[in-house]
């Protein structure tokens, strides 16, 4: 993703016309929206963040927006690098047995940041007789259960 947001034109190796059915300069000029699903960067967080403020400033940057959701298994330190630390809000304040969440978004909305302790998203949910039918927590680790919650919460924020 982050080689996507970063390309002036995109590798047809990659990204063949016949799947992506618009030249490159179309795709990245009306691309809206991403999210970022506790995504890891071969080169380090840093570069990932700047990959994602560039992107963010591209063409259209007025209609672009970046939901980044991540697990302890992805992300761990003093700041995001995406949304202002004064800007983000813990809860509870004071972590339970090591649970909680921390979400922000940026003054204009256009950038939200959630990240949730690895305890949050673990747990025993099997009650005797449960069969499993869908993902749920507890059945598998921090970093796969992110999706489950990331996908509903990004998608009750409009398009730009």
Not at 80 to 93: A, I
Request: aromatic share 8%; with cysteine; proline share 8%.
């Amino acid at each position: 993703m982050v080689k996507l947001c970063t390309a002036d034109r995109l590798d047809e190796k990659r990204y063949p016309p016949e799947l992506f059915h618009s030249p490159a300069a179309h795709l990245t000029g009306n691309w809206r929206e991403l999210w970022d699903v506790d995504g890891v960067d071969s080169r380090g967080r840093q570069h990932m963040v700047a990959a994602f403020r560039g992107w963010l400033a591209g063409p259209g940057a007025d209609r672009r927006s970046l939901r980044a959701y991540h697990s302890q298994d992805t992300y761990s330190g003093p700041e995001n690098g995406l949304v202002p630390q004064d800007r983000v809000v813990r809860k509870p304040s004071t972590p339970v047995r090591g649970v909680h969440v921390e979400e922000g978004s940026t003054e204009d909305g256009r950038v939200t940041w959630v990240h949730f302790s690895n305890p949050t998203l673990l747990g025993d949910v099997k009650a005797p007789g449960h069969q499993k039918t869908v993902p749920e927590f507890g059945t598998l680790d921090a970093h796969h259960m992110v999706p489950a919650i990331a996908f509903g919460h990004a998608a009750r924020f409009p398009l730009r």
